[in-house]
């Protein structure tokens, strides 16, 4: 933006300027030609009253005259009507415009053109007692255009300093203006990248620096209400933390050893994930940027976790986990969460019996690709996709989770069902940042 508004200003500063100086400069050669002119008539009409005055043969009175101004550089002679000539030699030479002058006794300005020589010519008939002479001063273009190209430099150096200031006083003005703008995509940038208390300072014309007071509020909004939200969850998940205690009482107060250990098994289990939800409800927004966990140990974890269901169901297993370390950007709570969502929908969804596969490809660029399919009767319609859908009696949020986690990793996830042929559920999974 800074660019265009400078060229802008140049496009129309040069328009103006060379509106401005070109005719300036016509008219400054025009006025130099004719106070060359006019010079060089008032020196003629000195001559005039000489040479009218003078006797036949007594030329001599006006001769130094006319030697000082060609001296002035105003060649000049006379053309006695005897055919006589006074004056320098640049002038002498005759020519037809000279009878015609003293035949017609009209004054007259001429161009002319000698060799080595042009400029105007002025012709000035005089009476005397013999006929009618003829006065002839040449203004040589030396004459006719002095000073001329001194003033055109000047005004040159006057237009280029004009465009040079026009410049310097529009990248000010642009830089002015784009500085409030470059701040406010800065922190633009910021806030996307989780940093909420980033807030600019108003600035700029007074458009620019409402939309910064406006960023400021929205940013500020933002984290109301996501603390808002988080200490809700986070509430909600801390209120659980009483049933699930009763329940291990009540599991405890079994007398069966194994059932008692098998009940209390699944409560600690469920307090962890109650702990995960607090935990990650109050976590930082920018803490997701830089989440990095080994994907390959927590989804060789899970998988490991719901073996033990898979068994009981007599479900095929198949897990495909590289044995070396495979990061990607996110926590491994949050993998795990999305590695359970994914896994429960296969249960919950699919009869007992079906078999099932999870696998972790890494790929080239960093990251994995985590892929959980299985040979169940498929998904009858894209209900089950949709956020809060269920058929199976759940809460419907397995996918959703499994695609939020596969995001804010900066991947995403696929989905390819048919009724029939099973579901395959893909979840890119990004690298962590460097």
Known sequence: MRRQLTLLVAATT??????????????????AESSALNDAQVRSQSLVPLVAGAEPGEEGAFAATVDNLAGEG???????PDGRVVGSEA???ADPEIAEAAAGRVASIEDYSAEGSSGKRLLQPVTRPDGTAVIRVLVPDDELHQGVHEAWLVLALLGLGLFALALAVAYWMARALTRPITALATAAAAL??????TRVVPAGPPEIAAVGAELNRLAARIGELLKAERETVADLSHRLRTPVTVLRLDAESLTDPDER???GADVDDLMRHIDAVINAARRPVREALTARCDSAEVVRSRADFWSVLADEQHRQVEVDVPATAVPVRLHADDLAAAVDAL???VFSHTPEGTAFAVRLTPRDEGG????????GPGLPDSSALQRGQSTAGSTGLGIDIARGTAEASGGRMEISSRPGSGTRVALHLGPPEA
């Open 91 to 93: 002038a002498a030479a």
């Open 261 to 263: 250990d098998r009940l």
């Open 14 to 31: 040069s328009v103006v300027i060379l509106a401005f100086l070109l005719p300036t400069a016509v008219l400054l050669s025009r006025l």
């Open 343 to 345: 896994l429960g929908n």
């Open 368 to 375: 994995a690709v985590l892929v959980v399919s299985d040979d």
């Open 192 to 197: 996307e990248q989780g940093q909420l208390s």
């Open 74 to 80: 105003y060649p000049t002679a006379v053309f006695l």
